[in-house]
């Protein structure tokens, strides 16, 4: 998973100044050092560091922070804030063209993910924009290139400028302009070619394109799990073209952080976009304050109510909102949330942005199972409809009936019954206003 040894260091670092009763100046120093190391150690520019350090040390040792009553907590926070301010402070959205169509040109290496997220952002626009943008295959050298992003643009639906593999990608972007004024067309999207270094060719071909066109974006693609590397590469693009915004691609793998940590400091230009796996779905905007509760173990908890709003049925959310206040959510009503909890996608990346759990031992290997939630819901099948609606008459023969209806062990349908009770226990006490359960985040 993305950041887990630095989000575990960072945690034991903090986590050791809240078992002392008051922190001194040397507490926060020694906390600063294990800080300090943490973050080389997942490869973030070393000038970076030091700022960050740097900053959190100044704020951390102020007298309104250690003489007050939670100096632990304060501090959590001020590391929150310099991370955010690290990568960025706010989201900052595509810049647009006065008149249409918005063109922008990815750039970056080879395999960094480019035509893949061509593809991707073609589709973010559609949802979001309703927008009818054209890809134009401008990556001449790689030949699967251009076969890839026709076929990107067939599962989108997406129409694709190619001249194949025998043009000048000047001529090629020049022509695709063509299309896209004649087709009206309100976004081009320009898939350039790569290398595998920067090389001098290649960057008069891109520099020629930036020429012709003039586009309102150029993003650089680069990949989340080459570290620091990836921060170089960005310093090597932007000093030949006007790079307008990066996208930082592979955050699903098993990236140590330096990426996201050092380009936006090191280069100045603002990551928009992150990729999250391979599906053209998996394109998400950058939030630098969300990235900073990701990276401390606080979950992505904005990213999973924006999720569930997004899922979820309005509707029916406020209804059973109501049931959980009146002490009336029954095992229908636990039907009907675990349908839409799996509408949401695998249970295990959901989990992993509710805080305390990304980082949680004991949760990390969890994972149910599609088959897991399939053996519950044959449980809650096999109830009758008295059963499902109190669920307190559930005794033991009846959960002896409810094991040979499901197929399921005896064993299985009471853990299913006790968690039933004290999850619906645990909502209550939500709905009255009473979080406690989310106090114990960082071992509080
Ligand atoms: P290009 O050479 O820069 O055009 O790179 P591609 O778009 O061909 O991507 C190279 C490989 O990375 C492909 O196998 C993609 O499926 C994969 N890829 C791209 N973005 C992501 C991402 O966000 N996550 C993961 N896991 N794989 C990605």
């Known amino acids: 998973m993305a950041f887990e040894g630095l989000t575990e260091r960072l945690q034991n670092a903090i986590g050791k100044l809240r078992k002392k ?55 959590v926070k001020i590391v929150n804030d310099e991370l955010t301010k690290t990568m960025g402070e706010a989201a900052v959205p595509l810049n647009k063209a006065p008149h249409i169509p918005t063109i922008i040109m990815m750039v970056g290496l080879q395999g960094a993910g480019k035509t893949t997220t061509a593809g991707k952002l073609a589709n973010y626009l559609i949802k979001n924009e309703k927008a009818r943008p054209l890809l134009i295959a401008a990556d001449v050298y790689r030949p699967a290139a251009v076969d ?59 520099a020629d394109i930036e020429a012709e066109v003039q586009p309102n974006e150029i ?15 960005a310093k090597g693009f932007n000093e030949r073209l006007n790079i307008t915004g990066v996208v930082l691609t592979k955050l699903d793998g098993d990236t140590r952080g330096g990426a996201a940590l050092s380009i936006r400091a090191v280069t100045g230009k603002p990551i928009k976009f992150t990729g ?18 990701r990276i401390l173990g606080m979950g992505d908890m904005m990213s999973l109510i924006e999720k569930a709003q997004n899922d979820f049925d309005e509707k029916q959310a406020a209804a059973m909102a109501e049931k959980i206040k009146e002490n009336s959510f029954d095992f229908n009503d636990f039907l009907d949330q675990m349908d839409q909890i799996q509408k949401m996608g695998p249970l295990d990346e959901i989990m992993k942005m509710i805080p ?18 399939d053996h519950i819901k044959a449980i809650v099948y096999s109830m ?16 002896r009936r409810l094991a040979a209806g499901s197929g399921r062990p005896i064993q299985e349908v009471n853990r299913m019954i006790k968690q039933f009770d004290m999850s619906s226990k645990m909502m209550q006490q939500m709905s009255k206003g009473n979080m406690s359960g989310m106090e114990g985040l960082f071992g509080n």
Do not use: C, W
């Open 356 to 373: 305390g759990v990304a980082n949680n031992p004991a949760m990390k290997n969890m994972n149910i199972s599609p088959k897991e939630m």
């Open 384 to 399: 009758t409809p008295a059963e499902r609606e109190e669920p307190k008459i559930l005794n033991a023969s009846r959960k």
């Open 148 to 206: 890839q992003l026709k076929t990107i643009g067939q599962q989108l639906n997406v129409p694709v400028f190619d001249m194949g593999t025998d043009h000048d990608p000047v001529e090629i972007v020049k022509q695709g302009m063509i299309q896209a004024d004649l087709q009206k067309n309100d976004y081009v999207i320009i898939d350039t070619a790569g290398r595998l270094q920067i090389d001098e060719k290649l960057m008069t071909e891109l």
């Open 21 to 75: 009763g008051k922190v001194t100046e040397s507490d926060v120093r020694e906390m600063m050092r294990e800080v300090r190391l943490a973050l080389l150690e997942a490869d973030v520019n070393f000038t970076v560091v030091k700022d960050f350090v740097k900053q959190v040390r100044e704020r951390a040792v102020g007298a309104e922070v250690l003489e007050s009553l939670t100096p632990a907590q304060q501090i």
């Open 276 to 293: 999250q796996g391979e599906k053209l779905d998996q394109l998400d905007v950058f939030y630098p304050d969300r990235m900073a509760n």
């Open 219 to 233: 993003l650089l693609t680069v990949d989340a799990m080459t570290g620091q590397a990836a921060t170089e590469v």
